[in-house]
């Protein structure tokens, strides 16, 4: 018995090391599993706390440019256009000029036969005869009358009313030449002339056609129309509703280029000729007046047009993309990037909108940063991470040439940015 005790007891250090080391190994297991956890949840804090400042892409305002271009749509009619109607009544006898035809002023475009005014013209010719017969008579009278006058075979009453119907003969024949005249000139009106030199637009007539001298060509559903349309193209009249922000331009020496579907590639150039001096109250536009030149006929009166105008613009005042504005109950602002990155919501006063970009007369400096397109909800204070490029958004080569770089990027980086700054297209 007591030679078996004596030989075990030598193991027993042996067991309580081994035991030992377990428990010294399964501690620093724990221990390393705390340690790890904790690393990884202030990993996940950081990035957290990265993830919630949100990215922005800034830039500086620009100067804006020497001048500005707006395209607002313009309506070509003639230099002179007349509805032709007829004065007499009747039918029309022929017709020798029919849609696009060039002519001249007084050259024949139709005729009428009017048989009612034909014999209208004779009666007044023989009413005439016998105003100046009679008329004739009465002064043979009155020169006898008078020739008695003062003897006791006439009273001088007598000789008065002969005297005084001889002066109403006159007048009666008078009234006759001028009978006479007007039927004249209706007789002069059966023959359908041009006003002036130019082009016909519209022959609403045909021959056998019957024509009311109160309006023009009776059609089939009893309404008057005018029998031709004459049009003096030589040089075009365009009008164009330009809006009040640009009402400053119109005066005399401003030029406009007009763009024509029918001719693509071609530029037509206008002057400036006048303006309404009113504002559409509904628009807030004025009618304003150019003139284009036409030698060749190409340009057509009722044409569309495109009226481009290149204006002087003061390029003192700053611009930026509209993009960059907040509408707020404050008014109008920018979100401005301070140097420690945090927001600052600047109110601007802005000028025109120029399309994409807007002037901003007061509220910004050169030097700003301001966000490209803050959202609605951004907040004065908050703090903002600096970044070359937002998803979704894509600045002018103007503004992109302007974003500062920020400072974490390396020299290669930097050098890569730099490269596509100059060079747009990549």
């Known amino acids: 018995m007591n030679t078996l005790r004596d030989i075990s007891l030598p193991g027993r250090p042996k067991a309580r090391l081994l035991t030992g080391i377990g428990l010294l190994f399964v501690l620093g297991l724990v221990a390393w599993g705390i340690v790890q956890r904790h690393n990884n949840v202030s990993e996940l804090s950081d990035i957290a706390h990265e993830d919630s400042i949100p990215p922005v892409q800034v830039m500086s305002p620009r100067p804006g440019p020497t001048t500005r271009e707006i395209t607002l ?10 509805p032709i109607y007829a004065q007499v009544s009747g039918y029309v006898l022929k017709w020798y000029k029919d849609y696009g035809a060039v002519v001249k002023a007084g050259e024949l475009l139709a005729t ?35 020739a008695l006058a003062g003897t006791e075979a006439v009273s001088q009453q007598e000789v008065d009313v002969q005297v005084a119907n001889a002066a109403a003969q006159k007048a009666q024949a008078r009234a006759a030449e001028h009978q006479v005249a007007r039927y004249k000139v209706l007789e002069g009106f059966r023959n359908i002339v041009a006003p002036f030199d130019g082009v016909v637009t519209s022959r609403n007539t045909d021959v056998g056609n019957y024509v009311d001298a109160a309006g023009g060509d009776v059609s089939s559903r009893g309404a008057a129309d005018e029998l031709f349309s004459v049009s003096d193209i030589h040089e075009m009249r365009v009008f164009v509703s330009v ?18 579907p029918q001719y693509p590639g071609r530029k037509f150039e206008a002057r400036f000729e006048t303006t309404a001096n009113a504002f559409n109250p509904q628009t807030r536009t004025v009618v304003t007046e150019l003139l284009v030149d036409n030698p060749d006929h190409l340009i057509w009166p009722g044409s569309y047009t495109d009226v481009h105008f290149v204006i002087p613009s003061d390029p003192n005042v700053l611009i930026i993309p509209e993009q960059a504005l907040l509408f707020r109950a404050e008014g109008m602002q920018v979100a401005l990037v301070e140097p420690e ?6 109110g601007v006063k802005l000028g025109l909108n120029l399309g994409q970009t807007v002037q901003v007369i007061a509220g910004l400096k050169r030097s700003d940063r301001l966000i490209v397109n803050p959202s609605a909800g951004i907040l004065e204070g908050e703090k903002v991470k600096i970044v070359t490029g937002t998803p979704g958004v894509a600045l002018s080569p103007q503004f ?8 974490s990027l390396n020299a290669e980086q930097r050098a890569k940015v730099e490269a596509a700054r100059n060079d747009p297209d990549k």
């Open 341 to 346: 990155d945090k927001v600052h919501l600047q």
């Open 73 to 82: 749509p313009g309506n070509i009619r003639a230099w002179y256009s007349a």
């Open 243 to 260: 809006p009040q922000d640009y009402s400053s331009i119109l005066k005399q020496g401003l030029t406009a280029t007009l763009s024509l």
């Open 400 to 407: 992109l040439a302007a974003a500062p770089l920020p400072a």
């Open 112 to 146: 009428i036969d009017a048989p009612t005014v034909d014999e209208q013209y004779e009666s007044a010719l023989a009413n005439l005869d016998v105003a100046r017969t009679n008329y004739n008579l009465a002064v043979v009278t009155a020169k006898r009358w008078t």
